[in-house]
Antibody, heavy 114, light 112 residues
């Protein structure tokens, strides 16, 4: 059974940092391209980052609104993908999903507020 | 960025009847490899999105064949035949052709 489980969300002040973790199992993680997608409180879905596999040099890409602030990374030995979020803004408040686009985790909620 | 425009915003359906949801992209989603990279997802209340249709017309594993996808290079339709109570939720189309990957704003399906 494929599983993706996100952790690390919570309440954080503007300007602070947070790191999300997505632990996976049930599929060949090492060859999967992994993504982070967030959903605003208004239910809008926004793709924010992707990391390719080793054969594609772990290439990363980001939506413009998070470039320079967020970093996606992976550890194939742990079948996990991460999202380091720095300089958080109130508009980053959302539920963050880890996904292969075939499968999605249950999400972790991030609230940025003073 | 490719804009995905969905309609209607919401739809109310009697159980057993059909429903159609439209999605239009601002650019052709047909790749040179012949694949059209439009996907459909259903987000049931309190859950994460689940894949229904991939590459415009392919039914995802475990999805009832009451769901079907069709379209052209820029206009796409998700059809749900014989709607059931378990089909309630928000339906999203998304394009996986090029970054940034983008989604429609969603269509909420309710049961009458």
């Amino acid at each position: 059974e494929v599983q993706l489980v996100e952790t690390g969300g919570g309440l954080v002040q503007p300007g602070k940092s947070l790191k999300l973790t997505c632990a996976t199992s049930g599929f060949t993680f090492s060859t999967a391209w992994m993504h982070w997608v967030r959903q605003s409180p208004e239910k809008r879905l926004e793709w924010i980052a992707r990391i390719k596999d080793k054969s594609n040099n772990y290439a990363t890409d980001y939506v413009e609104s998070v470039k320079g602030r967020f970093t996606i990374s992976r550890d194939d030995s742990k079948s996990s993908v991460y999202l380091q979020m720095n300089s958080l803004k109130e508009e980053d408040t959302a539920t963050y999903y880890c996904t292969t686009f075939d499968f999605w985790g249950p999400g972790t909620m991030v609230t940025v507020s003073s | 960025d490719i804009v995905m425009t969905q309609a209607p915003l919401s739809v109310s359906v009697t159980p057993g009847e059909s429903a159609s949801i439209s999605c239009r992209s601002s650019k052709s989603l047909l790749h040179s490899n012949g694949i059209t990279y439009v996907y459909w997802y259903l987000q049931k209340p309190g859950k994460s999105p689940q894949l229904l249709i991939y590459r415009m017309s392919n039914l995802a594993s475990g999805v009832p064949d009451r769901f079907s996808g069709s379209g052209s290079e820029t206009d796409f339709t998700l059809k749900i035949s014989r709607v059931e109570a378990e089909d309630v939720g928000i339906y999203y189309c998304g394009q996986l052709l090029e970054n940034p990957l983008t989604f429609g704003s969603g269509t909420k399906l309710e049961i009458k």
